[in-house]
């Protein structure tokens, strides 16, 4: 069994967690690499540890994760939202073309933000270390450089799963709670990620990851992801939990 269950990254660096520590290791403003080590168990109030273990609320929290995580890319959509006021766009009728090719427009948008910014660079060293990791190989630049820049644990499969119900729950007209009901339901069908009757989203995702929310790194991105990681199996290894 791994002891590292997975990662994430910001604009400034990568966290890799275990079910005990996180630890995140990123530039501050003076470019300089720092690290920060969190106990999850700690961090967590018993509520939250529940929620994780009930299907489909535990979507909502996650959401609730990625949102203040990655703040930065939400803040996009306000904008979004006046563009729709100014032209007339939010009368659009739902179920039509068009409103399925504004969708796609924000989706791909969106994207192309994430693409030609620096979370691409780190999230592909994310996800070529933990590739390396899940390998069983030492941990150098060399090594992770040869590993692909797709992940089959990648969120980018919850995003795909979105897409596909989004288009059946607009027959609903469901408001905020089509956005909470499809994200709850794709992150149920993401962990299911083993199951082969789903390789068909794996494929899809993986073009996403490749093409738009990942690029090859630099070794700066590598060697803060290296740093990263070690010191969470550092952690493991003397069997410390970060107070």
Same mark, same amino acid.
């Given at each position: 069994?791994?002891?590292?269950?997975?990662?994430?990254?910001?604009?400034?660096?990568?966290?890799?967690?275990?079910?005990?520590? *996180?630890?995140?290791?990123?530039? +501050?403003?003076?470019?300089?690499?720092?690290? /920060?080590?969190?106990?999850?168990?700690?961090?967590?109030? /018993?509520? =939250?540890?529940?929620? +994780?273990?009930? %299907?489909?609320?535990?979507?909502? /929290?996650?959401?609730?994760?990625? @949102?203040? &995580?990655?703040?930065?890319?939400?803040?996009?959509? %306000?904008? !979004?939202?006046?563009?729709?006021?100014?032209?007339?766009?939010?009368?659009? %009728?739902?179920?039509?073309?068009?409103?399925?090719?504004?969708?796609?427009?924000?989706?791909?948008?969106?994207?192309?933000?994430?693409?030609?910014?620096?979370? *691409?660079? !780190?999230?592909?060293?994310?996800?070529?270390?933990?590739?390396?990791? =899940?390998?069983?190989?030492?941990?150098?630049?060399?090594?992770?450089?040869?590993? *692909?820049?797709? *992940?089959?644990?990648?969120?980018?499969?919850?995003? $795909?799963?979105?897409? $596909?119900? +989004?288009?059946?729950?607009?027959?609903?007209?469901?408001?905020?709670?089509? @956005?909470?009901?499809? !994200?709850?339901?794709?992150?149920?069908?993401?962990?299911? #990620?083993? #199951?082969?009757?789903? !390789?068909?989203?794996?494929?899809?995702?993986? =073009?996403?990851?490749?093409?738009?929310?990942?690029?090859? %790194?630099?070794?700066?991105?590598?060697?803060?992801?290296?740093?990263?990681?070690?010191?969470?199996?550092?952690?493991?290894?003397? &069997? &410390?939990?970060?107070?």
């Amino acid at each position: 069994m791994s002891i590292v269950i997975g990662g994430t990254v910001t604009d400034k660096g990568i966290a890799f967690w275990s079910e005990k520590n *996180s630890v995140y290791a990123y530039l +501050d403003k003076d470019n300089n690499i720092k690290i /920060k080590t969190t106990n999850i168990f700690k961090k967590e109030h /018993k509520i =939250l540890k529940v929620l +994780d273990k009930i %299907p489909f609320i535990r979507g909502i /929290k996650v959401l609730m994760e990625v @949102i203040i &995580q990655h703040w930065k890319i939400f803040l996009i959509l %306000p904008i !979004f939202f006046y563009i729709n006021d100014i032209l007339g766009l939010k009368d659009i %009728p739902i179920n039509s073309l068009n409103y399925y090719l504004l969708e796609f427009g924000i989706f791909f948008i969106v994207l192309l933000f994430i693409r030609f910014s620096s979370i *691409s660079k !780190f999230h592909g060293a994310e996800h070529k270390i933990y590739n390396t990791y =899940l390998k069983n190989l030492p941990l150098t630049i060399d090594n992770i450089k040869k590993e *692909s820049t797709i *992940s089959i644990n990648c969120g980018a499969n919850i995003i $795909i799963y979105m897409i $596909i119900l +989004d288009v059946i729950f607009n027959y609903f007209g469901l408001g905020i709670w089509r @956005i909470l009901l499809n !994200f709850t339901i794709s992150y149920e069908l993401f962990r299911l #990620y083993n #199951y082969k009757i789903l !390789f068909i989203f794996r494929y899809i995702s993986g =073009l996403i990851q490749k093409y738009f929310t990942t690029s090859q %790194p630099t070794e700066k991105e590598i060697k803060i992801g290296i740093i990263a990681i070690e010191k969470l199996l550092k952690l493991e290894e003397n &069997q &410390q939990v970060v107070f």
